[in-house]
Structures are given as C-alpha cells and as structure tokens.
C-alpha cells in the first residue's frame, strides 16, 4: 500500500485499524448484521468520515478490484454514493443501468447475471424493483452482492447509514425512540431500519395512514399510531419517508393536501416530539407532501444532509470489509 | 300561543316522548339560550316568569326528527329542490336536522364544498343542515376522497349515495383509511351486476308487469361482502336503505358476531310494498325497488326489536317531467321530509308499533350513530324539538307541500298525526 501524504496519515491508521472482513459474503439485509457486528462497521465508517473531510481522499484497499453498479431501478444519490465509495476506495467502477441494455430487450434477471459473472467483477452493487432479486443474483453469481434496494424488501446500507448518522448525533442508538413515518407499506427503507435499529436497542414506532401501515405491522414489534401527534410523543427522532406520487392520488391517500394536514412533518407536529429531537429523511423529499421545507432545512433539528455524507462513509466501510473478506478468500 | 320574545320557552304539559330515556308519560320541558334547560315529568311544572308559555294538553312533545339522508338540487340542480325549499319542508314535518347527501352536481366531495352547504343552510336559520361526504371523489368509485379533511370540516359520514363502489378493493382502501378518522362509513347494498337496470324486485309481480327486476338476494350479496370488508378493516359502518328480509338475516348475524355495524331503512319501505306499483305509478319506482309484503314486516319487526337503527325519508325530489314517464324510465325516488312523521306513525297506529319504537329511529338512534347530542329530551341538549298531535286525521296533498318537486308516494293518503309546532334551538321555525 502506498502511503499517502504525510498530513493524511493519522487518518488512515484508525481505518486500518478497524478494517475487518465483512460477516457475510453479501450484504442483503440488514439482518446480515448483528448486535455485534454492525457496530464495528459503524465503527470503520466512522474513520471513512474522518478520512472523507479530509483534503485527499483515495485509498487503495480495493486497488484492482471491479466494482459493477447494476441500478434497474433510476437512482442518483444512491448510485453515485457507491460509486464514489467504491472510487475513493481504489476500485474500478463500472455503472451499468440495464434500462438502455439487453435487459430491456428482454433478457432474463438470471441471464444477465451469468453474463456479468463472466466478467469477473469482485462486488456487484445492485437495486431492482422487484423484491428478493439481490437475493436470487446472489445465487447465480461469485463475487459479492450488496442489496442497493430490493422492491419494498430490504435497502440495508441506508439503514446503516441511518445508524450511522443517530450514533455520531445521539452517541448510543440504544435506547432511543424512533419514529418512522408515512408510507411504510411499500419502503423498504422502512424494513431495513425497523430490524436494525430493533437490534441496536432502539424503540421503533410506526405512524402513518391506515393504507399505508401493514395491518400486521405490530408483529413487526413496532408500536403502530395512526395518529401523528399520539405517536411523537415521546420521540427522539423522526424518521420520515417519502411519499410515492402515484400513490397520492385517492388509491391509497385523497390528496397530497389532505397528506400533508394529517403525516406531513411541520413544525406543530414536531413539537410534539421529545426536545431536541432530530429529524431524517431518505430522500428524495417532496417538500410540502411529507414535509414542511421549513423543518428539512433547519440545521438545529435536521439530520438529512448529514445522512448523505453519512451514505458515503458506510458504503466504503461495507464494500472496504466485503474487499477484505475476499481477501481473505484468497489468502 | 304567541311569538317568543325571548329565546326563552316553556312547554307545559305535554305528553313527552323521550326515547333516549324510554319516557313516554306527562312532563314538561324549558327552555333556555337554545337548550333545554329542564325536563319535569308528571304535572305540575310552573313556568318562571316572563317566559313564552305553550300549554300542550293533549299534544305530544319529542326531541326534532334527525333526517340522515336527504337529497337536494343545490348545487346544481336548484329548480329540483334548493337548502331553502328543503329546510321549509324539514320544518313543516317535524324535522329539525338535516344531512344532505353527496350526490349533487359537483359532488360534496372536498371541504370547502361541505363548508359550503353548512354556511347555506345556517344562514337560511331555518333547521340543522349537516352534510354527508362522498366516499370517492366525484363519486366515480376508484379515487378516495379527502375524508380526514370533510370530517374535519363537519361531515358526519361518508357514502356514494346510490352508487355502489364496485370495486371491492377501493371500498377496502376507504374504510381502512377512514378507520384512522373513525368516520363513518356508509353504503347502499346492492349487488351492482344482478341490479343493473333492475326498476323491480323479482318476482310474480314484475314478471306481470314485465319489468326489468333484479333478485332480492343482489342486496344480500352486496352486505355480505361489505361486512366482511368491517370484519377485516374494523371500520364503522352503516348499511344504507336495507330493505329485505334476506339482507336482515345477514346484519343481524353480523351483529351476533359484535360487529359494530348500523342499518336504516327508509320510510317508503315501511310503509309500502310492490303492489302499490300498480299500474305502474311511477312516484313507487323507488331505488332499491318496493319489496313484498313480507320484506315490510320482516322490516317492522327490525325496527321494533332494534336491529334498524335509522329511519330516513330517503327524500328523493324529481320534478315532474322526470317521473311522467314509463315506469322504467322514470327517475327514481320519492320526497318524504313533510310527510315523514305521519307515515312514521301509521306504523303505530296500523302496524301495532310502541309510539316511543317509532320515534327511537328517528331521534335518539341517527344522534346516537352520528355523535350528535340532539335527539334527546334532557338538561343542555339542543332545544330541537316537535310538537305533534298524535291522532289528527290528515289527508296528503302534495300540491300543498313545501318541497319544490312533488313526487309523494303519500299523495291522497289518509294519515294520523299532525306537526303543530317545530322548534330549533328554541326557536319556533314552523307553527301549522
């Protein structure tokens, strides 16, 4: 390994220090962590941020390794997160969104998978729409997955960027009471952060319309409020999601006015959480439908910028130990 | 009697009819700033000074009827019926409040609409407008309406009125949705297939008369579905206008199974059957369609023994030129608010119903159903009130009626029970 500058060098030891092989050969799910696991990769993300705010950002722990972005879904913030994770980590980046490709002229999940295995490359990022097609590629391929969004199944590496942002704001997640709130049904950011925060210690309640909260969702051991005032009370932290737009129009919510007077985040609904409580979004937001410009951009109370940088630094962490367990692999 | 001077008011022996507290003997009641301010049972009660005094001997006093399904022309179809005209026939019969039904032209399906309709109706200062919303926007069936925002706005329940949301899905998204609200819910069962076209019930009747009918069980089928959708949401729920023995069966093993569900009936299926169809009068084609004799008991017998909470007027204007048609081409329907507390009636004089039976349905059970604290004779509710004579002999006339179209199923009847005296918030808003 080449050394960086002489100035950079007090923020590389502590990556180097933490570096590990990830648990896993794929990150999946958040379940693929664990009460042990996750907090030392939150702990390796924790240097990449460091590392990311300082002045030279290129490592070379995945020198010579492909990493392939297969988005079948349209993604910016997510897409060129890992990509510049991947970037920063030495790795080659190929980007691929099978939209303009053969997948579009009919080939098969499967098919594509075989073709791009053929390529040799070391991690596959990959989002889809359909649920469990990480998973499935994952079977059918030999270099390692990360869930990038399945469908309303998993999107693990925002959960964990989400801890991420919590531990480096709260100091412990333990202990916590987080609020997710809007379209549950269908997110599967929703998913991902109910099991790790779950495992972290955290107390998760669920808030949104009736049509938008599983019916089921109290299995999940979530508190579920239909009420958004009810279920603030008491909350640390306020967890929105975004509203698909096709959702918006009378099939499952009348309007985005009505939306918005009952779910939308302002400033009333927020004082109803506990002081200083902090406020994330996913993104993208729709200003005005879940939530008032005027809490997404206050500084005091949002986290929602953090959380992008956030995305960066654990992406590295999971792609740096998925390299690293490869390494291992071959050693 | 004369004029209040005050809105203070003092009705002194009457027979009171209080059905929310099973009260039907001699009392009196006063009145204060538009509320009762005490009831008095027995005789005796002396009215404080300088109050309007109605000494009542001999007439009875009951909380306002409660009408909760009323149509009118406004907005869009005023020469039909206007808040005005429909609030001067409330009046007249009785009624003191009214819930105007969604179905106008727009449909009553955004706040400010429901906001509109209240703001009207108070102003004419006449009886209670409230409003029902539409479940679906423009009541197309596939698109939820606002219903958090119309309930917040004062809309008491929500319903397509007529039209029956088909889709089994969007009805699943509505009441799960309106769960969050606990608003109610209310739909007209009617299997949309086995109806379509359907003027008559089947049957030996309207296979004579060769008219297009549908089979009783399309009603059955329709709650039968509807209740499993409460069974699953766990929405409130009221089954609009049920008007078979069949469909009975079914509510009443919904409720023996505690779900919270209500039914109404409307009083044009109490008080006639398919034959008044006759020669096929037009003012009987009625939606659902007139049923057999024994649907009508089957209905009386509901009512007595509490499994029919609400009986509507189903008031239904059509002007003439819509009903001088061929039966089946004639629009359906039929106006009631004038003529609901007589007809009412005839269900104690000729059908052997307790006078407070009749009258619970049409106070204390839509109160009770709606959250309103009308309804009731007791300190601090609402000084809604009616003032009848329980035997007059009357013949209807609908020319006289109050109502813009004239399409009474009850003209030339002869009834028993005579509205003297209607009273809303204390103020006397008709007097015959």
């Not at chain 1, 980046?93 to 999940?109: D, F, I, Q, W, Y």
């Not at chain 1, 206050?298 to 956030?310: A, G, P």
């Not at chain 2, 269900?347 to 119903?353: I, K, M, N, P, Y």
């Amino acid at each position: 390994m080449s050394q960086p500058p002489h100035s950079e060098a007090s923020l590389t030891d502590p990556i180097l220090e933490r570096l590990g092989p990830f648990p896993r050969d794929h990150f999946l799910s958040a379940s693929d962590l664990n009460a042990a696991t996750a907090p030392a990769l939150l702990d390796l993300a924790d240097a990449f941020v460091d590392f990311n705010r300082g002045s030279t950002k290129a490592l070379d722990l995945m020198r010579g390794r492909t990493v392939m972005n297969l988005f079948f879904e349209n993604s910016t913030r997510t897409s060129s997160s890992f990509e510049i994770a991947a970037k920063r980590l030495g790795a080659d980046v190929v980007n691929m969104s099978p939209r303009t490709s053969s997948v579009a002229k009919g080939e098969t999940l499967i098919d594509t998978a075989v073709t791009l295995n053929a390529m040799k490359p070391d991690v596959l990022v990959v989002r889809h729409g359909a649920s469990g097609a990480a998973a499935l590629l994952s079977q059918k391929v030999e270099c390692a997955v990360v869930n990038a969004g399945d469908g309303r199944h998993e999107h693990p590496t925002q959960a964990l960027l989400d801890l991420l942002s919590l531990r480096r704001a709260f100091g412990d997640v333990g202990g916590l009471t987080v609020a997710i709130c809007g379209d549950i049904a269908h997110s599967r950011v929703a998913r991902s952060n109910v099991s790790m925060l779950s495992m972290m210690g955290a107390r998760v309640r669920l808030i949104g319309p009736p049509t938008l909260v599983p019916g089921d969702a109290d299995r999940w051991g979530c508190e579920v409020f239909h009420d958004m005032r009810e279920g603030l009370k008491g909350c640390d932290v306020v967890m929105m999601l975004r509203l698909q737009l096709e959702r918006m129009e009378g099939a499952l919510v009348p309007s985005t006015r009505e939306y918005f007077r009952f779910w939308g985040l302002d400033r009333e609904k927020l004082a109803w959480a506990n002081p200083g409580a902090k406020v994330m979004h996913p993104g993208p937001m729709n200003r005005g439908v879940e939530i008032d410009s005027e809490v997404a951009d206050d500084l005091t109370v949002s986290l929602i910028q953090d959380q992008v940088e956030m995305g960066v630094a654990a992406r590295m962490a999971v792609l740096a130990a998925l390299s690293a367990r490869l390494d291992g692999d071959a050693a | 009697m004369s004029a209040p001077a005050s809105n203070t008011l003092a009705v002194l022996n009457a027979r009171l009819l209080d059905p929310a507290s099973d009260y039907d003997g001699p009392g009196s009641v006063l009145v204060e700033d538009g509320r009762i301010t005490e009831v008095i049972h027995g005789g005796g009660a002396v009215a404080p000074a300088g109050v309007t005094v109605i000494v009542a001997d001999g007439l009875c006093l009951s909380p306002g009827l409660i009408d909760i399904r009323v149509k009118t022309g406004e907005p869009g179809a005023e020469p039909k019926e206007t808040l005005k005209s429909a609030s001067l026939s409330a009046a007249a019969g009785g009624v003191t409040t009214i819930v105007i039904q969604p179905d106008t032209d727009p449909a009553l399906d955004d706040p400010a609409m429901i906001e509109f309709i209240q703001r009207r109706g108070a102003a004419l200062g006449l009886v209670n407008v409230r409003v029902a919303g539409a479940a679906t926007k423009a009541r197309d069936g596939v698109r939820m309406a606002e219903i958090g925002l119309m309930d917040e706005a004062g809309a008491l329940y929500f319903t397509d009125v007529d039209r029956v949301i088909a889709n089994t899905r969007t009805l699943q998204r509505v009441m799960t949705y309106a769960a969050a609200f606990n608003a109610l819910i209310s739909c007209r069962p009617a299997d949309p297939w086995l109806s379509e076209g359907a003027v008559a019930t089947s049957g030996e009747l309207a296979t004579r008369l060769g008219l297009a009918s549908a089979p009783a069980i399309a009603e059955r089928i329709q709650l039968e579905r509807d209740l499993a959708l409460v069974e699953q949401t766990g929405a409130r729920y009221l089954v609009d206008q049920i008007s078979t023995e069949d469909a009975l069966e079914t509510l009443a093993r919904a409720r023996a199974r505690g779900l919270e569900v209500a039914a109404s009936v409307s009083i044009n299926h109490l008080c006639f059957n398919e034959i008044d169809i006759g020669d096929y009068r037009t003012f009987y084609r009625l939606d659902p369609p007139l049923r057999p004799e024994s649907d009508r008991q089957a209905l009386i017998e509901a009512v007595r023994d509490g499994l029919i909470d609400v009986i509507t007027s189903a008031h239904a204007p059509a002007p003439a030129e819509d009903k001088r048609r061929p039966f089946a081409e004639a629009a359906p329907g039929a106006i009631g608010l004038e003529t609901l507390l007589a007809a009412a009636l005839s269900l104690h004089h000729e059908d052997g119903l307790d006078l407070l039976d009749v009258m619970r349905p049409l106070t204390s059970g839509p109160a009770g159903l709606l959250g309103l604290d009308a309804g009731v004779l007791k300190a601090g509710a609402p000084a809604d009130l009616v003032l009848f004579d329980v035997g007059a002999p009357v013949v209807i006339d609908a020319d006289t009626l109050k109502s813009k179209s004239k399409n009474s199923p009850f003209d030339g009847r002869r009834l028993q029970g005579k509205v003297v005296c209607t009273f809303v918030a204390g103020r006397r808003v008709f007097e015959a």
